[in-house]
């Protein structure tokens, strides 16, 4: 399918027939990449999906220690400090 290019503002863009963006899923955004002189258009993902998924693989290879300890402390927090 080709598609002409169409001038909007100082910029450039194609339309996306009804039915590819149906196809395709997009609603609202979409994200947009280039790969080797290739634009690539897909339906944008929610914020952390797949997070849930990748947590479980690295619980499961043991990958899953804390990189800080729970509570950082300072010499503020043991000399100034009181409860």
């Known amino acids: 399918m080709k598609a002409p290019l169409v001038r ?3 910029s450039h863009g194609v339309r996306i027939p009804k ?9 609202g955004q979409v994200e947009m990449t280039v790969r080797d002189r ?3 258009i897909s339906a944008s993902r929610r914020a ?3 997070w849930d998924a990748a947590f479980k693989v690295m ?3 043991g990958d899953d ?5 729970d509570a950082v402390g300072s010499h503020w927090d ?6």
């Not at 043991?78 to 409860?83: P, V, Y």
């Open 8 to 10: 909007i503002g100082n």
């Open 19 to 27: 039915t590819v963006i149906e196809q395709c899923g997009f609603k």
């Open 38 to 40: 290739t634009v690539v």
């Open 48 to 50: 952390r999906e797949g």
């Open 59 to 61: 619980a499961e290879a």
């Open 65 to 69: 220690a804390a990189l800080l300890p």
């Open 78 to 83: 043991e000399s100034e400090w009181r409860w």
